[in-house]
Structures are given as C-alpha cells and as structure tokens.
C-alpha cells in the first residue's frame, strides 16, 4: 500500500504479484521473524534491488499483500456476540503462532506508512472496533454498564490491551477476554 519508491522503471504487475505471493509463502514457512527481503526476492525470482525501489521494508510487503487480499488474515467474527466473546475470539485469533507475527508486521506498516495504516484500520481494526463500540453503548443503554462509559474510548481500551499482549508476545490465558471486558468496563457485560 505504500507509495512506490520514485525511482527506476515502472512496476511490473508479474513481478509485483510474484513478489507478494512469494512473501505470503515464506510467511507460513519460516514465519515473519525470520522473513528477509533476499528470501522473498529469491522466491520471486526478481532481484533484491528490485523489491527495495518498490518498498521500504519488508512489512510493507506483508501489508500490500494482506491489502491485495493475496494474505488472508483469519479475524474474529466482530459481527455479534457478547463483549467477552469477541475479545476472546480476537485474542486467540491474532495471538496465535501463525497470525502473531502477521500482526507485528502491519504495526510496523502502519507506523511507517499513513496510507497503510488507514488502509489496514479501514479493512481490518475498523469493523472490530465498530462492533465494540456499538455492543458497549447497547450495554449503556440497557443499564448493563455504568452510564458514564465513553463507547469509543473502551472500545479503544480493549483492542489496544488486546494487541498489546500480541506485540509483546504474551499469551492471552483462557478467559483473559472476560477478565479484561470485566476490569474495562467495570461489570461482567453479558
């Protein structure tokens, strides 16, 4: 999703492709952490000079490829389902050994890169957050959560504890999604 370098000649779309289906393969082989711009250049079969005019680092690689949907990262169904629910659906998803190193390397894209980083909150965080925010103001509504909770702000609260604990590599233990939403929002929200 990042601006191309402006310098050499124009991308090739076969190359691009190749490019992006090689670090999709080596992600699942040897994982992100050990992911090097020789390998995926070398999978690809294009030079490494070729992928360093067309991207800064190798997370932006990982997230133009999520981006092109050529990555599939599997979420939590943000869709329904109680407060607890969707933390822990979300925690086991993200955290887990294949999806932990995938979410490190968008952070690092989103850091590095607006374009990137509203893209992926569009794509990905958004809906999630969306979906927080709204079952927290349904529980305000019907009396369920103290009423001076800010939705927004919890919502926030609870996605970022939640990538927390994967960016620094901690575990989520069974039932940290319950103890969390309880802790936040102050009541078991049901």
């Excluded at 092109?68 to 887990?96: E, K």
């Amino acid at each position: 999703m990042s601006e191309p370098l402006p310098r050499g000649r124009p991308r090739s779309e076969q190359s691009r492709r190749a490019t992006l289906e090689a670090t999709r393969e080596l992600l699942h082989t040897v994982g992100y952490d050990r992911l090097t711009i020789e390998a995926i250049a070398s999978a690809a079969g294009v030079s490494r000079q070729t992928v360093y005019r067309w991207w800064r680092a190798k997370s932006a690689i990982v997230a133009e490829a999520v981006l092109d949907g050529v990555i599939i990262l599997p979420g939590a169904d943000a869709a329904g389902g109680s407060i607890p629910g969707i933390l822990n659906a979300m925690g086991a998803s993200l955290g887990s050994a294949e999806n932990a190193g995938l979410i490190r390397a968008l952070a690092a894209a989103a850091a590095d890169d607006p374009a990137a980083s509203h893209a992926l909150y569009e794509r990905m965080t958004g809906p999630t957050h969306a979906a927080l925010a709204r079952s927290i103001a349904e529980g305000v509504a019907r009396g369920a959560l103290r009423a001076d909770i800010d939705a927004e702000v919890a919502a926030d609260a609870l996605i970022g504890a939640v990538l927390y604990r994967v960016l620094t590599r901690q575990d989520s233990p069974p039932g940290y999604g319950d103890d969390l939403a309880a802790t936040v929002l102050g009541a078991p929200p049901a």
